[in-house]
């Protein structure tokens, strides 16, 4: 918005030039949502609280050190991190942009779908929410819709291709099947995370560290001296999505302020749906699909460490991990809930630097 209103003024007052930049916006955005939650994250967390009678419902099949550590905690912190990072995003970015209007739009339709998820939970008193079915139905509905927009507006050459990291020209074009592909990378990304999230501050830093090293990413694409440098696939007008990922980063710190050990809050499906989704729908429009697999590696281990837990007990009645996902493994095995949330924090970074060597490695 700003960048809508201030650049046609930057011919009478020069200072106003800054407003072009990326690099500029990327930085106001991370600082508004910061600042948007600090602000807004009391008041927040009072009214969930109280609307909230006894907080978030514990899994009576959780570890049991929850019903005493977790019980009367808020849920739905995903609302906190979506109004600071809607406010920060339609602030800083060029709206006219397409892309970071779809990335937008899957983060807030996902976030809603947590939110019925999460108002359910609350408001029946259990850990149900939603039908499985159904929160899928809404997933792939939303992914469908914006993987059909994204499409329309990248450029010829790309549109239906999937670029092959360490590779320089490497593209597979898998035609419109690239839609159903687009589709799971944006439902899986969410779920992935929502997995993830079971212990306090364990998904909002590995998804902050995604999300800074997609606003590289995003700026070295959209870039088109970078992108040749690199050796990069050129996306004209992706380079926006440096200010999404900027403001998603600014949004998580602020959430975490609240979210750490204790947490105040929980972001709930609210937040992990959504925040998947957004990331999910970066790597699309980056062409970095593939990458994102890598960098948000402990989301694909968690999401594996279900797959292989319902797999093994169904076909052979024994169970792989002492409870699934792979956090709630370690916890079963008497490790500290800060040392598994430290510990994975470490993997997440590795991880995304594995992600960035791709960048170079070609």
């Known amino acids: ?72 905690t808020p849920t739905m912190g995903g609302v906190l991190i979506l109004l600071a990072l809607t406010s ?20 807030i339709g996902y976030g809603l779908i947590g939110f019925m998820d999460d108002y359910l939970k609350v408001s029946q008193r259990n850990s149900k929410g939603l039908s499985g079915k159904l929160k899928l139905v809404l997933q792939l509905a939303i992914a ?18 999937l670029a092959i990291p360490f590779f320089k020209t490497l593209l597979i074009d898998l035609g419109w099947m690239f839609v159903l592909f687009a589709v799971v990378v944006m439902v899986g990304s969410s779920n992935a995370v929502n997995l993830t999230d079971g212990l306090d501050g364990l998904a909002i830093v590995p998804v902050m560290i995604a999300a800074g090293v ?22 004209p007008g992706s380079g926006e999505l ?10 998580g710190l602020g959430f975490l302020w609240f979210n750490a050990p204790p947490a105040r809050i929980f972001m709930g499906d609210t937040g992990s749906l959504a925040l998947g989704g957004a990331l999910g729908a970066v790597s699309v429009i980056t062409k ?13 281990l968690e999401t594996v460490s279900v797959i292989v837990q319902v797999a093994s007990f169904k076909l052979t009645g024994k169970r792989v991990f002492r409870m699934a996902p792979l956090h709630h493994h370690f916890e079963q095995k008497g490790w500290a809930e800060s040392t598994i949330v430290i510990r994975f924090w470490i993997i997440a970074s590795i991880l995304a630097l594995a992600g960035l060597a791709t960048l170079k490695l070609r």
């Not at 469908?144 to 291709?161: E, K, N, Q, Y």
């Not at 970095?288 to 694909?300: D, P, R, T, Y």
């Open 288 to 300: 970095h699909e593939l990458v994102l697999a890598i960098v948000g590696g402990l989301f694909v």
């Open 242 to 251: 440096a200010v999404f990922c900027g403001a998603l980063v600014g949004s």
């Open 88 to 107: 920060a995003t339609v602030l800083w970015m060029d709206l006219s942009n397409p892309y970071v209007w779809s990335a937008l739009c899957v983060t």
């Open 214 to 235: 997609f606003t590289l990413i995003a700026y070295l694409v959209g870039n088109s001296v970078f992108s040749s440098y690199l050796q990069l696939h050129y996306v």
């Open 1 to 72: 918005m700003l960048q809508t209103l201030l650049v046609p003024l930057a011919d009478q007052f020069s200072a106003l030039n800054v407003f072009r930049y990326i690099t500029f916006r990327t930085g106001g955005a991370v600082m508004t949502a910061l600042l948007m939650s600090f602000l807004f994250g009391p008041v927040i967390i009072r009214l969930l609280k109280e609307r909230q009678t006894g907080g978030q419902p514990i899994r009576e099949d959780g570890p049991e050190t929850h019903l005493l550590t977790k019980k009367g």
């Open 144 to 161: 469908g819709v914006a993987a059909f927009w994204i499409l329309s507006h990248l450029p010829d050459g790309l549109t239906t291709t």
